[in-house]
């Protein structure tokens, strides 16, 4: 029996509308517009795609929000100083750096200047420790959308055997983090495997959840997973493109192998993506209540 599968597109549009009712009541009822600044430097033809389509989402959710083109000569300085005019910008609730950034920009220097307070990408050491101990911060975007689609799923993680293959501080770590700790799609027991790993199916094939960041394509096979396994696949490879040009994309799993095995699995396109420009709107509206004073 094929797996059902996981709609991060549907999950998504379910959670844009819910932010879209919330950013209405917060205009009419405090006079409050959620905005959201996203800064460019250079133009790398992924990066152009990616604001573009976050700019987009925050124009149909009624945000007020700006896009910052950069030169990729900027200096490193005056790229801190343009951050440091969005900190004290009280119109500004969150402040979105695009990666990468050209060589000789310090990526680290530049993500620690943005307030804690406007880091709605959930970068910032700050928030990350408040997440490590639990405490309320803006979770990184695409492990907050992870826990949505499991919660919104009806996948039970209380006790489950986790199983996180990858362990970037982008997603492989903050996932495992997060679903340690006591809360809604959390309680479970997490395992981490990672390149140097010794054998990646013992552990693979123990998870009740699996969720992969691997980078790789098709790295996991049907045969490294158990009956029943919910899958959550978090990689997008590029593999070759149609004849009209169109890029074919793939995960990090074997996803037409595996979903006759599992009991729930996420699509790619279509299944983890969706999710992480969703939590980004989902924080900077957080951080327009918390700057309001009415979160």
Excluded: W
């Amino acid at each position: 029996m094929s797996a059902k599968i996981i709609s991060g597109t549907e999950i998504a549009k379910q959670i844009r509308e819910e932010l879209k009712a919330e950013v209405a009541e917060i205009k009419e009822k405090h006079g409050v517009v959620p905005g959201l600044v996203t800064i460019l430097v250079g133009e790398n033809p992924a990066s152009v795609s990616y604001v573009t389509a976050k700019q987009r989402t925050a124009h149909d959710l009624g945000f007020h929000s700006i896009q910052d083109n950069q030169p990729d000569d900027i200096k490193e300085g005056e790229l801190l100083d343009l951050i440091e005019k969005y900190n004290n910008d009280e119109s500004i609730h969150g402040i979105l750096v695009q990666l990468p950034l050209p060589r000789h920009i310090n990526e680290s220097k530049v993500l620690y200047a943005i307030s804690p307070d406007k880091d709605v990408d959930g970068f910032h050491p700050v928030n990350v420790g408040k997440m490590v101990i639990g405490e309320r911060c803006f979770l990184p975007c695409t492990p907050h959308g992870i826990l949505e689609m499991l919660v919104r799923s009806g996948v039970e993680t209380s006790g489950a055997e986790v199983v996180v293959v990858g362990r970037s501080n982008i997603v492989g770590k903050p996932i495992a983090n997060l679903m340690l700790q006591k809360r809604e799609g959390g309680n479970a027991t997490v395992t981490v495997c990672h390149t140097r790993t010794r054998d990646i199916a013992f552990h693979t094939r123990r998870a009740d959840i699996l969720i992969v960041a691997a980078g790789r394509p098709k790295v996991i096979t049907a045969d490294m997973v158990k009956e029943g396994v919910v899958v959550i696949d978090v990689g997008v490879n590029r593999i070759g493109k149609t004849p009209e040009g169109k890029a074919i994309l793939c995960g990090d799993v074997d996803f037409d192998a595996i979903k006759e095995k599992a009991s729930a699995i996420t699509p790619v396109p279509g299944g983890v993506g969706p999710m992480t420009i969703t939590m980004l709107m989902k924080n900077t509206v957080q951080a327009a209540k918390q700057l309001a004073g009415i979160a």
